[in-house]
């Protein structure tokens, strides 16, 4: 158990620097979550092969269609927040992105038949006031820059990811990420074969950067947080997920000089506050059913 924590922390210090690291390469987001997915799906095909595991995702077709649907959605939900990086900073795309669970939240009676108690609604409106105070200055302005939309385009897409994964329940272990990287690989790569072509100006000084995001970042944080997930309780999950909003804040601070306002901070802690609240409370109230 104590191994398995330590794996799961591990994978939530690195996707927080997520951020940190790709300010250090040159290139589009686009192009940089093509070469991360890349690499990373990579990596565990390759761990995949080595383990002497078989291939079971063929046996449940439908729940397959939803895994593809996954990976388009994490492919199109990274490309929002990397173009969100560059536009508004790490640290408040990095908390747009986390309104997602709370639209998971919201829309878990339609789609899952899970009830919404009072404590979830309460979640769901601490994040939405939170989101209203860290773009208060954006809002007075009459603006909506974006790098908002962006982020919020992030949240979007990663609760479509999350929704379809969850569906896709006969597909796990190792296996479930590695082809919902590999489908975000190759959804970016048709989008940016459209936008761009097929040529992307990888210098010396991008590579080292670009092999850490996806071997380090993106292949051992995956491996990590799917090997560890399953071994925790489920509400120690949900608490601890919240260490990779605050540690990109922390990170983007030190490393970026990043500020937020009183306000913003306000707004951050009713962001994560919120989301966290709803997310233990129904995990509890499942586990109790």
Not at 54 to 65: L, R, T
Not at 143 to 158: K, N
Request: proline share 2%.
């Amino acid at each position: 158990m104590q191994k398995a924590y330590i794996k799961y922390i591990l994978a939530l210090l690195l996707f927080g620097s997520n951020g940190i690291v790709a300010s250090l390469i040159t290139l589009s987001s686009y192009e940089i979550v093509f070469l991360r997915s890349f690499i990373g799906s990579l990596f565990l095909i390759i761990i995949f092969i080595l383990s002497g595991r078989k291939i079971q995702s063929w046996k449940n077709k439908k729940h397959f269609v939803f895994l593809i649907i996954s990976g388009v959605a994490m492919g199109a939900s990274w490309m929002f927040l990397f173009e969100a990086y560059v536009q508004i900073g790490v640290g408040l795309s990095t908390l747009a992105y986390y309104c997602g669970p709370a639209i998971v939240m919201i829309l878990a009676p339609f789609i899952f038949g899970e009830s919404l108690s009072r404590i979830k609604w309460a979640g769901f409106f601490a994040v939405l006031t939170g989101m209203f105070l860290l773009n208060l200055q954006s809002i007075l302005l009459g603006q909506l820059s974006w790098g908002l939309v962006c982020g919020l385009g992030a949240a979007a897409m990663y609760a479509v990811m999350i929704i379809f994964n969850k569906k896709a329940t006969s597909i796990t272990g190792l296996e479930n990420p590695m082809f919902q990287l590999t489908v975000s690989f190759l959804t970016v790569g048709l989008f940016i074969l459209l936008k761009q072509g097929a040529l992307i100006n990888l210098t010396m000084q991008n590579i080292f950067p670009v092999l850490f995001l996806g071997i380090i970042n993106t292949g051992i944080g995956c491996y990590l947080y799917f090997s560890s997930v399953t071994q925790l309780p489920a509400q120690s999950v949900v608490i601890l997920s919240y260490l990779d909003p605050l540690s990109a804040l922390i990170f983007s601070a030190i490393f970026l000089g990043e500020r937020l306002s009183m306000v913003q901070l306000i707004g951050t802690l009713l962001i994560l506050g919120g989301a966290a609240l709803g997310e233990y409370f129904s995990r509890k109230r499942l586990n109790a059913v």
